[in-house]
């Protein structure tokens, strides 16, 4: 074998022969090193060639004060916090393109610190780029990013007119009470379809709902339709007019009637509108309010589902309403048939021999009714029903009934339980809605709290209704009220509960976990 | 000594000129200043001669010699060859040869005694190497180079070579060439070491851009520091000795 030749390309070809790295000396600076393509040691490199040659040093972001956004040219505005990673994001896009246009590539980036109220923003950024023979550098770039403040485009008209709205929905229901508003509230809460609102106000016999664009007020009428009996109708009205490009900006307003019928209220059917509905009898119980009002005739245990178009037909009023509820004791009770479920709902038709509470020790007034609740009455309960007997009312339709029927007495319409404790396990969130200070007539505020004591106890009597809107465990309740409570009143089982999310540290819920 | 020159602003002095230790080829220039830098060395020690090959100025890397001989490639003109026989030595054998790597100075690198050669030159032309210039041949690769002509660069007293060659083939080739051999740059951190720089016994000449350190490297392993101690004993003779008796 040749001892000249290598012996790489000796016959084996298994066999590579050892290769040490010999050193060299750097040729600018002469310091021992391993060869490497431009021959000079990393020292005398990054001293002769900056990387960094041409890329930009400062750069400017605009910042929102209002909403803390960040400007992303050209129009939108992205949401960040401080040292965040979508801030990084926001600061390394607006120098990709000088970096991009010098072949430079970013190997990492880091925040430096900089004094929160200096409206300056530091990046620590490693470049690395390719420079002679091949070679790849590595080197730091600090880069300052000044912060302007401009405030962004919804931020500014938020500003210049605070209450500026283009889309009211008026909601109204002409009834004394407002116990539908409570439950529409938590039903809207539910569904979420009051967030897109810019205010909602409260107005004397119903409630305001204010929205930026049309079309969220048109959703918001669209779902009320779905749950409520009502009547919608629209108005518009010209702001102002752009002459050149003929647009024209308009406020909507959208006028929702919701049916005047509420639950528990005694309607008498006028001979027309209860030869319609097949014979039922003059006297009915509205018992749900979909957007359908579901009408129960007492006596024969027969629901007659009546919608807004319909209604619209006879317009009746409520004869008597839950205001007028009168409290009975039951003597006695005697189921008459089985009991059976409409609608979800259990009725059993039973005669009952009540008296009222106010009766009750003084004189021996007593009356045998035939009522719907026999599933739930048992002797010596109390029950609230409607005193036809000593009831002086200003109805026609009910006065033609009473001529041409015999109408019961008393119609039961709940059972009733005995007041229950102040604090309750759970908890209802409300909407927040604007007082009108100016209409208020005294007591008012008194007679709001009790309609809204009266809600929660029906809430509690009512699954059905529970199902519909979500409950919050209450923090406050303590627990050894339940031992000291007659086990027969019904009360929300805590499964149906969601824990209600709070910001901040706490530390984990203790004990209350029973979910 | 080491002297940084330029040939027309390019530092690629080992291109355009051929040191040997009996003759100096130079190439032909617009100005006189690279002639006039290579004369001023070299004019009372050995001939400089102005010349092309082929009609070009890279006659650094076309042609191979040492002190016996010089190896023209086919693409030399008979006039150019007739200017170089008139103008070399007579003990200088030049000749023109056939061969297909016509670029000799790129493939071959040699001293008065060994050379090393394209891993795939031509039997003949080896066998023309050995008898013109009276050396052993060795065919080798340098850090993976085949061009061993352009990748090192070595006289009779040290060589530099490619500065990627591992310490096991520095060993191997110094025992080759038995001269004490290190792996360096030339021209600011320039591979190609025999296009840089152009070297013989006494003195070198580096393209202008080489450092003080690749200078001194070179300086150090070339032996070239030390001095002429004849030239030394020269002149201090005419101020030692009056007249000869």
């Given at each position: 074998m040749?001892?000249?030749?290598?012996?790489?390309?000796?016959?084996?070809?298994?066999?590579?022969?050892?290769?040490t790295a010999?050193?060299v000396?750097?040729?600018?600076?002469?310091?021992?090193?391993?060869?490497?393509p431009a021959?000079m040691c990393?020292r005398c490199?990054r001293?002769?060639?900056d990387?960094t040659?041409?890329?930009?040093?400062h750069?400017?972001?605009?910042y929102?004060?209002d909403?803390?956004?960040?400007?992303?040219?050209p129009?939108?505005?992205l949401?960040?916090?401080?040292?965040?990673?979508?801030?990084?994001?926001i600061l390394?896009?607006r120098i990709?393109?000088p970096?991009?246009r010098?072949r430079v590539?970013l190997?990492g980036?880091?925040?430096?610190?900089?004094e929160?109220h200096?409206?300056?923003?530091r990046l620590?950024?490693?470049?690395?780029?390719?420079?002679l023979?091949?070679?790849?550098l590595?080197?730091t770039?600090?880069v300052?990013?000044?912060v302007?403040?401009?405030?962004?485009?919804?931020?500014?008209r938020?500003q210049?007119?605070p209450?500026q709205?283009v889309?009211?929905?008026?909601?109204r229901?002409h009834?004394?009470?407002r116990?539908t508003f409570?439950y529409?509230?938590?039903?809207?809460?539910k569904?979420?379809?009051?967030?897109l609102?810019?205010?909602?106000a409260?107005?004397p016999?119903g409630l305001?709902f204010f929205?930026g664009?049309?079309s969220?007020a048109?959703?918001?009428?669209d779902?009320l339709a779905?749950?409520?009996p009502?009547?919608?109708?629209?108005?518009?009205?010209?702001?102002?007019?752009?002459?050149?490009?003929?647009?024209?900006n308009y406020?909507?307003t959208?006028?929702v009637?919701?049916c005047?019928?509420c639950?528990?209220?005694?309607i008498?059917?006028?001979?027309?509108?209860?030869?319609d509905?097949g014979g039922?009898g003059?006297?009915?119980?509205?018992?749900k309010v979909?957007n359908?009002?579901?009408l129960l005739?007492?006596?024969?245990?027969?629901?007659?589902?009546?919608?807004?178009?319909?209604?619209?037909?006879?317009?009746?009023?409520?004869a008597?309403?839950s205001?007028?509820?009168?409290e009975?004791?039951?003597?006695?009770?005697?189921?008459?048939?089985?009991?059976i479920?409409i609608?979800g709902s259990?009725?059993q038709?039973?005669?009952?021999q009540v008296?009222?509470?106010?009766?009750f020790g003084?004189?021996d007034?007593?009356f045998?009714?035939?009522?719907h609740l026999g599933h739930?009455?048992?002797p010596?309960?109390?029950?609230?029903?409607?005193?036809l007997y000593g009831?002086?009312?200003?109805?026609d339709?009910m006065?033609?009934?009473?001529?041409r029927?015999?109408?019961?007495?008393v119609?039961?319409v709940?059972?009733?339980?005995?007041?229950r404790p102040r604090?309750r396990?759970?908890?209802?969130k409300r909407?927040?809605?604007e007082e009108?200070a100016?209409n208020?007539?005294?007591?008012?505020?008194?007679?709001?709290?009790?309609?809204?004591e009266?809600?929660l106890r029906?809430?509690?009597l009512d699954?059905?209704?529970r199902?519909k809107?979500?409950?919050?465990k209450?923090?406050?309740?303590?627990?050894?009220?339940?031992?000291?409570?007659?086990?027969?009143?019904?009360?929300v089982p805590i499964?149906?509960?969601?824990?209600?999310l709070?910001l901040?540290?706490?530390e984990d819920?203790?004990?209350?976990?029973?979910? | 000594m080491?002297?940084?020159?330029?040939?027309?602003?390019?530092?690629?002095v080992?291109?355009?000129?051929?040191l040997?230790n009996?003759?100096?080829?130079?190439?032909i220039?617009?100005?006189?200043?690279?002639?006039s830098?290579f004369?001023?060395?070299?004019?009372?020690?050995?001939?400089v001669?102005?010349?092309s090959?082929?009609?070009?100025?890279?006659i650094g890397r076309?042609?191979v010699?040492?002190k016996?001989?010089?190896?023209?490639p086919?693409?030399?003109?008979?006039?150019?060859?007739?200017?170089?026989r008139?103008?070399?030595?007579?003990q200088?054998?030049?000749?023109?040869?056939?061969?297909?790597l016509?670029?000799?100075?790129?493939c071959?690198?040699?001293n008065d005694h060994v050379?090393l050669?394209h891993?795939?030159l031509d039997?003949a032309?080896?066998?023309?190497?050995a008898d013109?210039?009276?050396?052993?041949?060795?065919?080798?690769?340098i850090a993976?180079?085949i061009l061993?002509?352009?990748?090192c660069?070595?006289?009779n007293?040290?060589?530099?070579?490619h500065?990627?060659?591992?310490?096991?083939?520095?060993d191997?080739?110094s025992?080759l060439?038995?001269?004490?051999l290190?792996a360096g740059t030339?021209n600011?951190?320039?591979e190609?070491?025999?296009?840089g720089?152009?070297?013989n016994d006494w003195t070198?000449?580096?393209?202008s851009?080489?450092?003080?350190?690749?200078?001194?490297?070179?300086?150090?392993v070339?032996?070239?520091r030390e001095g002429q101690?004849?030239?030394?004993?020269e002149d201090?003779?005419?101020s030692?000795?009056?007249?000869y008796v």
């Amino acid at each position: 074998m040749l001892p000249g030749s290598a012996p790489a390309a000796g016959g084996t070809g298994m066999f590579v022969p050892a290769a040490t790295a010999g050193t060299v000396l750097c040729c600018m600076c002469g310091v021992s090193m391993q060869p490497n393509p431009a021959n000079m040691c990393a020292r005398c490199l990054r001293a002769r060639v900056d990387i960094t040659e041409g890329v930009p040093r400062h750069a400017a972001v605009v910042y929102c004060p209002d909403c803390s956004s960040y400007l992303q040219p050209p129009r939108s505005w992205l949401r960040a916090t401080p040292e965040s990673p979508e801030l990084m994001q926001i600061l390394l896009r607006r120098i990709n393109r000088p970096l991009a246009r010098l072949r430079v590539s970013l190997s990492g980036a880091e925040f430096v610190f900089s004094e929160p109220h200096s409206k300056r923003l530091r990046l620590k950024l490693r470049l690395r780029r390719e420079v002679l023979h091949g070679i790849v550098l590595e080197q730091t770039h600090p880069v300052e990013f000044v912060v302007h403040d401009r405030l962004c485009d919804s931020c500014s008209r938020a500003q210049a007119n605070p209450d500026q709205w283009v889309a009211v929905v008026q909601l109204r229901q002409h009834v004394p009470h407002r116990r539908t508003f409570l439950y529409l509230e938590q039903l809207l809460l539910k569904h979420g379809q009051a967030s897109l609102a810019i205010r909602v106000a409260a107005a004397p016999s119903g409630l305001d709902f204010f929205f930026g664009s049309r079309s969220h007020a048109a959703r918001l009428v669209d779902f009320l339709a779905t749950v409520a009996p009502i009547q919608t109708s629209t108005a518009k009205q010209l702001v102002s007019h752009d002459t050149k490009s003929s647009v024209y900006n308009y406020k909507y307003t959208f006028s929702v009637e919701i049916c005047p019928i509420c639950r528990e209220d005694l309607i008498a059917l006028s001979r027309q509108a209860s030869r319609d509905m097949g014979g039922l009898g003059p006297l009915v119980l509205c018992v749900k309010v979909t957007n359908a009002i579901a009408l129960l005739d007492p006596l024969t245990l027969r629901v007659h589902h009546l919608e807004e178009k319909k209604y619209r037909v006879y317009n009746f009023k409520a004869a008597l309403t839950s205001k007028q509820l009168v409290e009975y004791i039951v003597l006695d009770i005697e189921q008459e048939s089985p009991e059976i479920s409409i609608d979800g709902s259990r009725y059993q038709l039973a005669y009952a021999q009540v008296a009222r509470v106010s009766d009750f020790g003084k004189n021996d007034t007593i009356f045998t009714v035939r009522t719907h609740l026999g599933h739930l009455l048992n002797p010596g309960d109390h029950a609230l029903g409607y005193d036809l007997y000593g009831a002086n009312l200003n109805d026609d339709d009910m006065d033609t009934a009473m001529t041409r029927y015999s109408l019961p007495e008393v119609v039961l319409v709940k059972k009733s339980y005995e007041k229950r404790p102040r604090t309750r396990r759970w908890k209802l969130k409300r909407l927040p809605v604007e007082e009108d200070a100016a209409n208020k007539a005294k007591g008012e505020e008194e007679k709001r709290l009790d309609e809204y004591e009266a809600f929660l106890r029906d809430l509690e009597l009512d699954p059905e209704m529970r199902f519909k809107m979500d409950l919050y465990k209450n923090e406050d309740y303590r627990s050894e009220m339940a031992s000291t409570v007659g086990d027969d009143i019904p009360t929300v089982p805590i499964e149906e509960l969601i824990e209600d999310l709070t910001l901040g540290d706490d530390e984990d819920d203790d004990g209350e976990e029973a979910v | 000594m080491a002297t940084r020159i330029q040939f027309e602003n390019n530092c690629e002095v080992g291109v355009f000129s051929k040191l040997t230790n009996a003759y100096c080829l130079v190439a032909i220039g617009g100005s006189e200043n690279f002639y006039s830098a290579f004369e001023a060395e070299l004019a009372d020690a050995i001939p400089v001669v102005k010349t092309s090959i082929g009609g070009t100025r890279i006659i650094g890397r076309l042609c191979v010699g040492n002190k016996n001989g010089l190896l023209l490639p086919h693409t030399t003109t008979d006039q150019e060859l007739q200017h170089l026989r008139n103008c070399l030595p007579d003990q200088v054998v030049v000749q023109r040869i056939d061969e297909r790597l016509s670029a000799l100075g790129n493939c071959i690198a040699c001293n008065d005694h060994v050379a090393l050669t394209h891993p795939d030159l031509d039997k003949a032309t080896e066998e023309f190497i050995a008898d013109v210039l009276g050396v052993e041949v060795f065919r080798q690769t340098i850090a993976g180079n085949i061009l061993v002509g352009s990748y090192c660069a070595f006289s009779n007293r040290g060589g530099l070579v490619h500065p990627h060659t591992s310490v096991e083939d520095l060993d191997e080739l110094s025992t080759l060439l038995q001269v004490p051999l290190v792996a360096g740059t030339v021209n600011r951190g320039s591979e190609v070491i025999a296009a840089g720089m152009t070297v013989n016994d006494w003195t070198a000449f580096c393209g202008s851009d080489t450092t003080a350190t690749e200078l001194s490297v070179i300086e150090s392993v070339f032996k070239l520091r030390e001095g002429q101690p004849t030239a030394i004993v020269e002149d201090m003779r005419k101020s030692l000795i009056d007249s000869y008796v």
